[in-house]
């Protein structure tokens, strides 16, 4: 089993709303990544987990903060955010057992439309 | 600085119609190449890794190769159904056991009937 789910599939929010987008994986992955994607363009990282610890942040704005509560799970938790933010959120994990396969399966991604 | 660039950034077959998307890299230290296909507003979905140079890989239609400085996606006789964009992604290194990927800009490939 390769998959990756998240929740919302689609997000309308306005600018002073708080949400959170949710991804679960199990297929006992240590490694879970966010990422960001605009039409057109290729997915722009914006936080890695290992080990349910925070390894990378893309300086990624304080308006998005990460939270990885277990292996199993990570959240994106939105405030504040810009119009400009409207995008495709895309969750990934891997195994994490770098460099050899270290693929990293892609969920359907949340659609996040800010108003 | 580490670079991947994908050519052509659109191509447009005939059902049946072989071709060859391209993908070059300029990366201190190789550690992997992937591929994806991407449908309109779905995540990616994982269709290959290569490692070292001489590899070559296959699923169906496709087929992935790999030398020092680019990769190839090879589609044979491709169906209307193979209509997506195709990212490849270079594996960069990182501190830990996560990985970090750079992508290409990809390639929209559209094929009709």
């Known amino acids: 089993d390769t998959e990756v789910t998240q929740t919302p599939k689609h997000l309308v929010m306005g600018m002073t709303n708080k949400k959170s987008l949710k991804c679960e994986q199990h297929?006992?992955?240590?490694?879970m990544y966010w990422y960001k994607q605009k039409a057109k363009k290729p997915p722009e990282l914006m936080f890695v987990?290992?080990?349910?610890?925070?390894?990378i942040n893309e300086s990624v704005p304080s308006r998005f903060s990460p939270e990885c509560p277990n292996s199993s799970l990570l959240n994106l938790h939105l405030h504040a955010l810009q119009p400009e933010d409207s995008a495709l959120y895309l969750c990934?994990?891997?195994?994490?057992?770098?460099?050899?396969?270290?693929?990293?399966?892609f969920g359907p991604g949340t659609r996040l439309t800010v108003l | 600085e580490d670079q991947v660039t994908q050519s052509p950034e659109a191509l447009r077959l005939q059902e049946g119609e072989s071709s060859s998307l391209n993908c070059s890299y300029t990366?201190?230290?190789?550690?992997?190449l992937f591929w994806y296909r991407q449908d309109p507003g779905k995540g990616p979905e994982f269709l290959f890794t290569?490692?070292?140079a001489g590899e070559e890989k296959e699923k169906e239609r496709l087929k992935a190769t790999l030398t020092k400085k680019e990769s190839f996606l090879h589609i044979t006789a491709p169906k209307p159904e193979d209509s997506a964009t195709y990212l490849c992604?270079?594996?960069?290194?990182?501190?830990?056991?996560?990985?970090?990927?750079?992508f290409g800009t990809g390639t929209r490939l559209q094929v009709t009937l």
């Open positions: 990366v201190s230290g190789l550690r992997g």
């Open positions: 990934a994990s891997s195994q994490g057992r770098a460099p050899v396969r270290n693929e990293q399966f």
């Open positions: 992604a270079v594996q960069l290194r990182v501190p830990g056991t996560a990985s970090k990927l750079t």
């Open positions: 297929m006992g992955h240590r490694a």
């Open positions: 290569l490692y070292s």
């Open positions: 987990y290992s080990y349910e610890k925070l390894s």
